[in-house]
């Protein structure tokens, strides 16, 4: 099986049964409906901190196969990890899409799925919003 294959069937596996959808009433961040009018995406990312580590994170929303698999994808790989560690892996996430030099130590796992999408450059916003929204509120 090709590699480009396998991929595929990651996002439309993640697209079509994804994993920590639904949002909970006591996330300790929340993102605002990001949207993306060019493709439709309306996302809204949560995560749980305690002591520095993300207990938990949820997404809700509708949109493209990229962007919400992405989504699901995100919520599984950041999951009890330190934000510290999610955010190195937010940036080595973009970085990969958005064909920027990355650490390629930072272990992505499914998220590999997504490199293909640099050399797409409109779906680049489908396939970093989720991770962009998650950024932004563990900033805060």
Known sequence: MRLENLYRQIIMDHY??????????DPTYQSEH?????????????????DGVI??????GTGCSI???????????LKQTTV??????????VNMITNQPYDPSIELEDAEAYEG?????????CATI???????????
């Open 55 to 60: 207990e938990d994170i949820r997404h809700d």
């Open 84 to 93: 510290d560690e999610a955010l190195s892996v937010i940036t080595a996430y």
């Open 67 to 77: 962007c919400c698999s992405s989504a699901s994808v995100l919520s599984q790989r």
């Open 16 to 25: 079509k049964n994804p994993r920590n959808k639904g949002l909970t009433s």
């Open 34 to 50: 990001i949207k993306n009018p060019s493709c439709g995406d309306d996302i809204t990312i949560q995560s749980k901190v305690k």
């Open 117 to 125: 999408i640099k050399d797409f450059p409109a779906r680049t916003k």
């Open 130 to 140: 989720a991770w962009k929204a998650l950024e932004h509120t563990l900033k805060k």
